[in-house]
């Protein structure tokens, strides 16, 4: 248990300690209500399908996953994670359930058809999410008509 606490404080530090890029000029846009908009969510846990390549170590590219799929994989491998809620549920990472649940009942406009997930250990610029895999998974999720992400974080 010291262990696990210990490597939580290290991962703690390491992040409190990590780069924040700034914008010059960042967007700002009036949204339309939320039970107009169509939401996707991107998620860091490196969930991909079963029948997908893995993420490998430092991989700063996503996947992009179907709003029916359901076989999916964790693919986080960082030792200081506790999988155990995602065992049970994969709503943790994943509430494409709850999204489904909102757009039932008219809170949100509609869920994405396809969502994305990166894997959550990048290198500490994070550069290549930042300038190239990032904009390519908005782009592609704009495509589908997405007007706002849920971020799941990992």
């Known amino acids: ?16 300690n990590a780069p924040v890029p700034e914008f010059d000029n960042p967007a700002w846009v009036t949204p339309k209500p939320l039970s107009e908009c169509t939401v996707a969510i991107v998620t860091s846990a490196a969930l991909h399908r079963s029948s997908d390549e893995g993420f490998q ?16 994989v964790l693919g986080h491998w960082s030792p200081n994670f506790d999988r155990t809620g995602i065992a049970i549920d994969l709503n943790v990472v994943f509430p494409i359930d709850r999204l489904e649940e909102l757009a039932a009942n ?6 994405a058809p396809r969502h994305a997930s990166f894997a959550g250990n990048q290198p500490d610029d994070v ?28």
């Open 127 to 154: 550069a290549t999410i930042r300038l190239d895999s990032g904009p390519r998974a908005a782009a592609e999720l704009k495509a589908d008509g997405v007007d706002v992400v849920l971020l799941t974080p990992v």
């Open 57 to 72: 170590p430092g991989d700063t590219e996503y996947r992009l996953l179907p709003a029916d799929a359901r076989d999916l």
């Open 106 to 111: 008219g809170t949100i406009g509609a869920v």
């Open 1 to 16: 248990m010291a262990d696990q606490v210990a490597g939580d404080v290290m991962m703690r530090g390491v992040g409190d």
